[in-house]
């Protein structure tokens, strides 16, 4: 709560105590998923599959950034999405590659790359996944790039497995963009918690030794960003299971051109 309601409770409750602070108990709680909210995440990643479809439908020489935006939006809500779980990312050519940017003026010319960072919401539970696609043509850095941000995100998604370590896994993509050159180019973790939230408590990140768990939900997302030349995240979001990561979206990754 805010610390305004805090004042307000402990006024209207004055002899109230607040004895304990259960944070701690509830990011524990969050962890592991239950059958339930596994199933309601993969309704949101269903949704987010087709939310791809929309974007990829949208794009045309000239459109900006928040045009597609609003237009994927629209579809999606059309057929009856409740809402996106944050603000959908379109990023076009070199705005591409602020990974911490937003949806701009950018328009889209052929040549360009295309970027969406999206999520839908089901009955309380998110989803989050990111896909790149080229726009009529695609030039061979542009394409080897791609493949290894691809090549990142694919070994990291197969070699996911309990009893690892999230730093572990983070390792495993981090040294295949490293080892193709591409290392100081890759500035993010390579995934967080998803849940109820969209950024839960795991951290799939460098150095944390939190084991990963059958029920864990978080995601996968490598990406290279060159400033002034482009940007290339790959992402889907994913329940750890016995044997290995269970995926929530399941739009094709191999390199997409928009014609």
């Not at 990643?45 to 950034?65: K, M």
Request: aromatic share 6%; no cysteine; hydrophobic share 40%.
């Amino acid at each position: 709560m805010t610390l305004d309601r805090a004042a307000l409770l402990q006024t209207a409750v004055p002899e109230a105590k607040f004895v304990a602070d259960l944070s701690p108990l509830m990011t524990e709680m969050h962890l592991i998923k239950t059958p339930d909210e596994i199933v309601k995440m993969h309704k949101a990643g269903d949704d987010a599959d087709r939310a791809f479809e929309f974007a990829f439908a949208a794009l045309q020489e000239g459109v900006s950034e928040l045009q597609v935006m609003a237009k994927l939006e629209y579809d999606l809500k059309s057929m009856g999405v409740v809402g996106m779980s944050f603000e959908t990312l379109v990023q076009f050519g070199a705005h591409a590659a602020e990974p911490h940017g937003d949806t701009g003026s950018t328009l889209l010319k052929a040549g360009d790359l295309a970027l969406f960072d999206l999520g839908t919401i089901y009955e309380g539970y998110v989803s989050d996944a990111t896909r790149t696609v080229a726009y009529k043509s695609v030039s061979n850095h542009q394409r080897d790039v791609y493949n290894v941000v691809l090549e990142a995100q694919l070994a990291a998604q197969s070699q996911a497995k309990p009893g690892m370590t999230a730093g572990e896994l983070d390792a495993i993509a981090r040294d295949i963009i490293t080892k193709a050159g591409y290392g100081e180019y890759f500035v993010h973790r390579l995934g967080h918690g998803i849940g109820s939230s969209v950024h839960e408590s795991i951290q799939i990140a460098t150095g944390n030794d939190l084991i990963l768990q059958p029920g864990m939900a978080f995601s996968i997302e490598p990406g290279i960003y060159i400033p002034g030349d482009l940007g290339i995240r790959i992402e889907d979001s994913v329940v750890m299971t016995e044997t290995g990561a269970d995926l929530f979206t399941h739009s094709s990754k191999e390199l997409r051109i928009i014609d």
